[in-house]
């Protein structure tokens, strides 16, 4: 079978360093790597529409912030397809055979679509496009034979719905659609970084977020201004590492190597870290090590980025053309599931 890999964002905004460690960093190396056919990254705009219907002007310039992420990491459009998810109609129509498969029990048992509807409020009202999303993502997945998902541990109940409904279509209709296996990052820390404030969740919405596009003073100022520990008062207080969003981050992004450039005074992080936890350790000295770790990793994607901007329309192009290609293989899956279903009526 061949190997092939669908995953995206939805756009609502840039991208933060959240995204990058627990899959854009990824992707750029699965796409390196040669060992699939085909890469194919969408940009989820209608997805995103879900919960911003009434503001479709920041959803329609959020997309061309997201493509300047991926082009800025390193998403070469030379070896993967990047499109924009509402120029895919097929999409629609797959989800709405999907449906069929689905329970509306089974949608509000999603631990992902409850968590995100708790965190917008939407308990009272939920809009119907938002609740079944997941049927969307299976379509999203399955238009393109995708085998291979790579995503963040938050996601994991969604795929598992995309392969139940891959199950449900192939033993009513026959063998069609291709069950995919999601791929998550090898370092653990990667899985969910925390905001920068402490909270469970880096987010946009709340504010706690490293952007791929912030200048380095804008890294650093935010850095500085980071939860630690609050029981680590002083320099000689024993502090907690666990928990810690800049040991989290340290734990994501820190190399041995680096202590000999920036903290020369520690071999690795596990000495950082045992120190830190004895006490004597101030948060500013580990915190100017975060920062250093982090210029070095986001400032040429930040140079990248800044050149990019200088041609949007190169950028326009470079998506209108994804959207072409990734459109056509979707209508070939239609058509497959189409014949399936016995549905292709003057076929």
Known sequence: MKKIILTGDRPTGKLHIGHYVGSLKGRVALQNSGAYEKVLIMIADAQALTDNADNPEKIRKSIFEVALDYLACGIDPNK??????????????????????????????????????????????????????????????????????????????????TKEIVRKFNSTYGETLVEPEILLP?????????????????????????????????????????????????????????????????DAFCKDEHFSLYLPEYSNLDELKSHYTKGGLGDIK?????????????????????????DLDSIYEILK?????????????????????????FD
């Open 80 to 161: 993967s397809t990047i499109f924009i998810q509402s120029q895919i109609p097929e999409l629609c129509e797959l989800s709405f055979y999907y449906m069929n498969l689905v329970t509306v029990a089974r949608l509000k048992r999603n631990p992902t679509v409850k968590s995100e509807i708790q965190m917008r409020g939407f308990e009272a009202s939920i809009p119907v496009g938002f609740f079944t999303y997941p049927i969307s993502q299976a379509a999203d997945i399955t238009a393109f034979k995708a085998t291979t998902v790579p995503v963040g541990e938050d996601q994991i109940p969604m795929l598992e719905q």
């Open 186 to 250: 090898n370092n653990k820390a990667c899985l969910r970084l925390p905001g920068t404030d402490g909270k469970a969740k880096m987010s946009k919405s709340l504010n706690n977020c490293i952007y791929l596009s912030d200048s380095s003073d804008t890294i650093k100022q935010k850095v500085m201004e980071m939860f630690t520990d609050p029981t680590h008062l002083k320099v000689s207080d024993p502090g907690h590492v666990e928990n810690n969003p800049v040991f989290i981050y340290l």
């Open 286 to 310: 580990v915190k100017n090590f975060l920062n250093s770790v982090l210029q070095e990793e986001l400032n040429p994607i930040y140079q990248r980025r800044k050149e990019l901007e200088k």
């Open 321 to 345: 053309c994804g959207s072409k290609n990734a459109r056509e293989i979707a209508a070939a899956t239609l058509s497959d599931v189409k014949k399936a279903m016995k549905i292709n009526y």
